[in-house]
């Protein structure tokens, strides 16, 4: 027989208010294999836990049950009190009748059954609890951040200031990110690139840094400590130990496309560098529009080059690397403008994103930061800007705020009539949302120093009249509508996730919410973490964010990345899944339901009747199980069981409960 | 409405600006002013929307209102301003732009014999002259 002792807390007037803990305390007594119960105020303070380790050792208890608050709260304190009176922790149960009960019931009675309920359920259950020891796994101490933005420049460098080695993985042929395309950042209109460049520079020269650009990840198995990763190096074509970053490929290439870094207002070569401070600074054959790819002749960057680093044979390169944790920071991109017609995106020449707006101001753009108008190269006087084109829109756009659109316009309205004083900017706007340090006062320094007009309403349509753009919108404040004769229309498109983000995900085994954005552990408490362990997050791939967030973030994710490198090695929640390889049939559904990965089949020899036979079966990798339970459900035999959550425990509490 | 530069630019809000002394550019449009008008009830557009037309230039919607020659000139709507903008006192501008317009007076001089024999204050027609003075 076991021997079982209930504790039921009143949690001050939390519990007790609703439910009768005399008569909660005398039906507990009564339950089978109980031999103490106890109550306090606060079972959780230190008189609490006191008194429940003297009782295990007078009482000589086997198994607890704390009826208290849910889990989520002190299971952990609990399990705690009883491993420091020498109990397995793993014995402990907790019944919750606070947030299951008395916060949900009103009628003292009825809430005072229930408890009982709970109560008799959790004793149980108890009954069947068995000791579980936590197992220990190694810890790989090098982490892999995935995209070079801001954000995972960031995270790189603090992590690898903390000693520990990082691989920095980056799609395009340079770091940087959305930030080396910014001309100015508010509200300090400090220069994108002068406080940019300077930490690109640090991450390539960092000793603890490995930078792999024009490279992605292929594939991610393995768990929190020890990531296997397949990292892609595609073929760069020029040997980047020989190449001096000269420049006279990039001068003599025949074949010119849209450059892709200035949002395809100009041409780059098909042998280019995005932009003149790339790192590393060494050129990227374009293959899919280079000439001798395509037809096999030209090969003039291989005859140029004065260092014989042009390479038309190179190959990709798979790497294979472990690592222990990993942050992602992979960026956003901006909503395609197609089903916004009435704002005349594509058709006219002077109706341009931001983020064009953006590089065509910037001194190191296309124009060399002169403002024309593209239809004629002549300076703009009269430009309006539409905010929320595609944001807070849940008809043809996002339901979502972009969160940086006010601040960016404003900041646009200031350059604008910084460079040109004669202009005058118009905007826009649903609301002006300007939550953030300086942001307010930026904004109104915008309207009042700068005079940008605001008009609180959205553009119905934008179409081309003479030379000019006749702009009709509408002021709600004063109730009429608006119409302007404009040189320029700037949208403020919003940001949406990168579209292979769910793949991303999927590779990661790491959730999305329905725009594709990662989703967090917790919105509040476990902002850069993942659920799955040893994943982090940061920049604006979890949602629309600014710079100082998004670098906030990024140093936030690479201080949890440090805490688990710091580690030689983890404790494992032994609370995970198990075979039975005795029932196991090796059907593997439950490979099928896992959303972790962590089930994969194995073959046993057996003998039968003398001859070895051999036999499917499943095996469950208990770093990787996050003992979500999905396996349980779905194995037809019963052959699997989650350690303290097993089907005889969850049966046990059911016929407590019904019977 | 067509809203252009020169509209903005106007010189008679520059006027407005000098004599008020206030700077309409500086109102967020969050209707306290209106709220707390206590003649807001007989006004046929609120004192907030005064400023808004004001910021966009449309002068004709504020010059054939009521608005201003209800306004009480009490400054509550001064008092309660959080961008420290006096209502009241681009109210009063506005009346004294009016006045001062040449022939669009409602005192002439001529008439200031009359007004005196119907009992108006001396003080009452100094005031009213003060205002011709440009």
Not at chain 1, 87 to 90: E, V
Not at chain 1, 295 to 298: A, E, T, V, W
């Given at each position: 027989m076991r021997r079982i002792g209930v504790f039921v807390c009143w949690c001050g007037t939390n519990i007790a208010g609703t439910v009768d803990i005399e008569a909660v305390v005398e039906a507990a007594k009564k339950m089978p294999g109980v031999v103490y119960t106890g109550e306090y105020k606060y079972m959780c303070s230190e008189i609490g836990q006191s008194m429940i380790r003297d009782t295990i050792k007078k009482e000589q208890l086997d198994r607890l049950v704390i009826a208290s608050c849910s889990p989520r709260m002190h299971e952990a304190t609990f399990r705690r009190t009883a491993a420091a009176a020498g109990?397995?922790?793993?014995l402990v149960e907790i019944a919750n009748i606070r947030e299951h009960c008395s916060w949900v019931h009103k009628e003292k009675e009825k809430a005072t059954t229930k408890a009982i309920a709970l109560i008799r359920a959790a004793v149980a259950k108890a009954a069947y609890n068995r000791e579980l020891v936590a197992g220990e796994i190694p810890v790989e101490q090098r982490a892999l951040v995935i995209g070079a933005g801001i954000a995972g420049i960031q995270a790189a460098l603090d992590i690898a200031d903390a000693g520990f080695e990082v691989d920095l993985v980056e799609r395009t042929p340079s770091i940087g990110g959305r930030m080396a395309q910014l001309d100015k950042t508010f509200p300090?209109?400090?220069c994108s690139a002068c406080i940019l460049t300077p930490k690109m520079v640090d991450v390539a020269s960092h000793p603890h840094i490995n930078l792999y650009t024009y490279s992605e990840v292929e594939k991610v198995e393995g768990y929190v400590g020890n990531f296997d990763v397949t990292i892609r190096k595609k073929a760069r074509s020029i040997d980047m130990s020989r190449c001096t970053g000269c420049g006279v490929c990039l001068e003599k290439c025949p074949i010119k496309v849209d450059s892709e870094f200035n949002e395809g207002l100009i041409k780059r070569k098909a042998i280019y560098i995005p932009f003149p401070q790339a790192v590393p600074n060494v050129p990227v054959i374009d293959r899919t529009s280079c000439r001798w790819f395509k037809?096999?002749?030209?090969a003039v960057c291989k005859k140029v080059c004065p260092a014989d680093a042009v390479d038309y044979e190179q190959a990709d390169e798979l790497l294979e690397k472990k690592y222990g944790g990993i942050v992602l920071t992979t960026g956003f991109d901006t909503l395609k403008l197609d089903e916004f017609g009435e704002f005349g995106y594509g058709k006219h020449p002077d109706i341009i994103t931001s983020l064009e707006f953006e590089r065509l101001i910037n001194a190191s753009g296309p124009t060399g930061g002169k403002l024309v108008r593209l239809s004629n190269q002549e300076i703009p006087q009269n430009i309006v800007f539409i905010h929320c084109v595609g944001s807070r829109d849940k008809a043809r756009g996002k339901p979502y705020c972009s969160k940086i659109c006010c601040m960016y316009t404003a900041k646009h309205a200031i350059l604008l009539k910084e460079k040109y004083p004669h202009s005058q900017t118009y905007i826009f706007y649903i609301d002006v949302r300007t939550g953030g340090k300086e942001f307010e006062e930026f904004h109104r320094r915008a309207v009042e120093e700068y005079g940008a007009v605001y008009f609180r309403g959205i553009v119905g349509k934008v179409f081309p009249e003479g030379d000019k753009l006749l702009v009709q919108g509408v002021d709600s404040l004063s109730s009429r509508t608006i119409e302007i004769e404009a040189d320029m229309v700037v949208l403020a498109a919003a940001m949406q996730a990168r579209d292979d983000a769910a793949e991303v995900a999927r590779m990661l085994g790491i959730g999305v919410d329905t725009h594709h954005f990662f989703v967090e552990a917790h919105p509040k408490l476990r902002p850069v973490e993942t659920h799955s362990a040893g994943i982090y997050l940061a920049g604006a791939c979890q949602g629309p964010k600014d710079i100082p967030e998004t670098v906030a973030q990024a140093g936030a994710a690479a201080a949890k990345a440090i805490v688990l490198l710091s580690k030689k090695t983890l404790i494992a929640d032994p609370c995970v899944s198990e075979v039975n390889e005795e029932i196991c049939t090796g059907c593997l559904a439950c490979i099928q339901v896992c959303p972790y990965k962590a089930i994969t089949e194995k073959t046993l020899d057996q003998k039968v009747h003398g001859r070895v036979v051999q036999r499917l079966l499943a095996q469950v990798n208990e770093a990787l199980c996050q003992g979500c339970g999905s396996c349980t459900a779905a194995c037809r035999p019963g052959a699997i069981n989650l350690k303290s959550f097993s089907n005889d425990q969850i049966l046990a509490e059911v016929d407590a409960v019904c019977l | 409405m067509k809203v252009s530069t020169e509209q903005l630019r106007s010189y008679i809000l520059k006027d407005i600006a000098v004599i008020s002394g206030e700077n309409v550019v500086e109102c967020y449009q969050c209707g306290k002013c209106t709220a707390a008008c206590p003649v807001s009830k007989a006004m046929d557009i609120l004192p907030h929307q005064v400023v808004r037309f004001l910021q966009l230039g449309m002068l004709d919607e504020v010059m054939e209102s009521n608005t201003i020659w209800i306004c009480a000139s009490c400054f509550t709507c001064a008092g309660r301003c959080p961008r420290d903008v006096d209502v009241a006192n681009i109210m009063e501008a506005l009346r004294v732009i009016l006045l001062r317009k040449r022939g669009v007076s409602r005192l002439k001089t001529e008439d200031v014999r009359l007004v005196f024999s119907e009992g108006m204050p001396e003080q009452g027609v100094v005031s009213a002259f003060r205002k011709f003075a440009r």
């Open positions: 109990l397995n922790p793993y300090t209109l400090d037809k096999g002749k030209c | -």
